[in-house]
């Protein structure tokens, strides 16, 4: 929010991210599994491995994410009191996901490792680090269009679309239209980043690289096993959960920066 100054966000953020990862864990579990071919299981002792590299990593995202945004918006702005345009919204939104990748890249790499293999985190750690610094980038490009795009939907498209509802249709409770907002936005998000995180997903599992070695001899197997819609594998569940986790997300946002920070909002409606 450009109301909120960076640690504001942050604060905000990291509530958000904690509240989503613990409630929506098990639906990344089924995407990556369907990505990679794996059994499908409701055991929580293995739909929740990886739980804590993935709220250190969905969390730190979550924080960064909502801090670069706030800096993206604000110098958009040129610091006039304006409201953004909702192509601004949405630009600045994407900007703050990719840069994130940094972050969540190394963490979700560790987190995958978890899943596929079981053992901790630190075991994880030392697996991927015993191939050399180099592969702590494993799967950076496609991380960072996924969170470009995923970010761009639940920091742009979402708040845009929902504005808009509750506009044109003033009788509605601010939760449903933050559900039709969350649905739009899971939408873009899912459309445009899907291929490359199962990508990622694949290169990410496979840190040997004993079937995906890369990006590209990566997509050609995919494309020849499964044509164009192996890189939809996974995605109802992606789906699913980022119409959750988008809500989620949004909810908080709204509901929580007025309660944590009323100072900023005085004589401002949402």
Not at 151 to 179: A, H, K, M
Not at 229 to 237: C, S, T
Request: proline letters at 4%.
């Amino acid at each position: 929010m450009q109301e909120l100054t960076e640690i504001e966000n942050m604060a905000v953020g990291g509530i958000g991210g904690l509240v989503e990862v613990s409630v929506m864990q098990s639906t990344n579990y089924w995407k990556n599994a369907q990505q990679q071919g794996l059994p499908f299981t409701m055991d929580p002792r293995i739909t929740y491995r990886g739980f804590i590299p993935n709220c250190v990593n969905f969390v730190s995202c979550t924080v960064f994410q909502f801090a670069v945004n706030g800096i993206i918006k604000k110098s958009m702005a040129g610091g006039a009191a304006r409201d953004l345009s909702a192509g601004e919204q949405i630009a600045a939104a994407i900007g703050a996901g990719a840069s994130s990748a940094v972050l969540g890249g190394p963490l979700e790499l560790i987190m995958i490792q978890q899943q596929r293999k079981g053992g901790s985190m630190l075991h994880a750690a030392g697996q991927i680090s015993s191939r050399g610094p180099f592969m702590w980038g494993r799967g950076f490009l496609t991380t960072a269009l996924r969170e470009g795009c995923y970010t761009g939907g639940y920091l742009g498209v979402t708040p845009v679309i929902r504005e808009r509802v509750q506009n044109q249709f003033p009788t509605w409770s601010e939760d449903g239209c933050r559900l039709v907002g969350s649905i739009f936005g899971a939408l873009f998000a899912c459309a445009l980043s899907h291929p490359a995180d199962t990508l990622k997903t694949c290169l990410q599992g496979d840190i040997e690289g004993s079937v995906y070695k890369t990006h590209l001899s990566t997509a050609d197997i995919i494309l020849k096993e499964s044509g164009l819609k192996g890189f939809y594998r996974g995605v109802p569940w992606r789906l699913f959960r980022q119409v959750g986790g988008i809500f989620i997300l949004d909810k908080i946002r709204v509901s929580m920066s007025p309660m944590l920070f009323p100072h900023r909002f005085k004589g401002k409606t949402d």
